[in-house]
């Protein structure tokens, strides 16, 4: 899939003057780029969620990042009190420093309603740093990634109209600046160049699904 960026706090000159950073960042970017027109229409079917594009992009970047040995659903803070999912991420990786310390990458993949982008943008930013009220992480401080759709996909791909775009997603950085305190990497990923997804409604079941319209 094509995707823009925009950063917060400096995060991509972060990444490419870090070694460590620039090695999760990269395994990022080829995992996001693996997903071609091709592979999206051949996930639908398989995917528990058809009537967008949604799922499927999810089980992709969730393929492509476990081979890589990326944690899925990882804990933001270590300690049994944060173990249920609201104190997940969807996806972490830690990578020790030449200096022996430990550095990683959180990321967040957000295709859900608009209002939970606050909290969503917090969650990595939270598992990104070293926390000052007792609370230990598990990739120390490093960077954060907030994955999402641009409009353009959201219109393409069925998605929901209440799901927080992109565009909205760079709205909340500035009013946000002094909680957002790590860099971070906001993604805002493509639509599909061949083909679209249209909702149709079954007529005896009267359930939507996503139909492939070619472009």
Known sequence: MKFVTEDHNNALDIVKSNVELGILWKEICDALTSITDERLKNQIPKSAN???LSAAINDLIDQELKAKQWVAQSAIFQGEKYKDKRWRLDFSKRIETPQKGITGMAVEVAFNH?????????????AAEINHVG??????????????AKKSLKIAGAFDSAVGEYEK???????????????LIIVGLEA????????VKDPLTKKNSGKIELI
């Open 169 to 183: 997603v760079l709205r909340y950085l500035v009013p946000m600046a002094q909680k957002l305190t790590r860099p």
């Open 135 to 148: 609370l230990e992480t598990d990739i120390g401080a490093g960077v954060g990634v907030y994955i999402c």
């Open 114 to 126: 608009g209002e939970a982008i606050a909290w969503n943008l917090m969650k990595p930013v939270l």
């Open 192 to 199: 599909p160049e061949s083909f679209r997804l249209i909702k």
């Open 50 to 52: 058809k009537m967008s």
